[in-house]
């Protein structure tokens, strides 16, 4: 065997290791046991995930040259056999990127697998095998985007991240913190917002918004407690006390304006009727027209009927001050 072609074998395996995944440690201790009541047998509970693991395991990992000619039939005849075998044997690559996020996910597993088998199914069908790119590495690319989008969209009842500033911000925000701190510096808002290109706002918010996950209201407070959340919670209804004390309040001051207005000249109780006890008041200039003074004037003598009418009403209405 010439040199060139021992090389070229190395590497070969070299590729496949760089994406081989031991399936039967991706998850720790998965396999649980529950004991039949009276047989004395011990049954298998039944786990999505192992059985996943061991189905894509018999998919055997592609050499490079595999690749190449897989991705020409896929791209030149568009063959669904070429994009079988090439999809079917990244399938634990999709797999190793998805418990990557499964720190920031924290929930099954599966739904980032579902996901990132899309994305790959996406670098199937986009793959240039021309451009001497190793597929893993472009596949990853799709998993990831694919993933990360459906982290995104699901990781509360209300979305969190639209803009791509905001992508980057979920993704790297814990880890840019984290960083920080072990290069000995606090990790501030505003150093976090110039390490990450995004406004000192938008890393406030998201900061905030990933401290915890969306509870449900109908959860118990406690393990041991039939006291649900949303019994804490205050009802938007106005209630009747508040109800009643509006209502008689709204009549005193009908009363109390009937006796002010006695107390009013006639040109005060023109302007107090036309432009401050109206739902649509004369300008000043018309009143002025009407009684030949000025809009200044006018708007004087606005202000100390203003002025009249609260002391007025401080004099008459108990704790008047309240109500302001």
Known sequence: MSNSKKKSKSRDMSDSKENNLDINNLSIDQTRLKKKAGSGKSLVEYDPLQRYL???SQYRLLTREEEIELGKRITEQDDSDAAFIMATSNLRLVVKIALEFQRVWMQNLLDLIQEGNIGLMQAVQKFDPYKNVKFSYYASFWIKAYILKFIMDNWRLVKIGTTQGQR?????????K???????FVPHTQLLSDRLGVSEKEVMEMDQRLDGWDLSLDAPL???SDTERGAFLSSGDVSIESKVAK???ETLLQKNVVIFR?????RELEIFDKRIFTDTPLTLQDIGDKFSISRERVRQLEKNIIKKMKAFFKEEIPDFNLYE
């Open 54 to 56: 061991s189905e894509i």
């Open 178 to 184: 984290q960083k920080l701190i072990e290069e000995g």
């Open 247 to 249: 209502k008689e309040i």
């Open 222 to 224: 406690k393990e041991d």
């Open 262 to 266: 006695t107390q009013l000249t006639e």
């Open 168 to 176: 980057k911000l979920f993704f790297k925000l814990k880890k840019e």
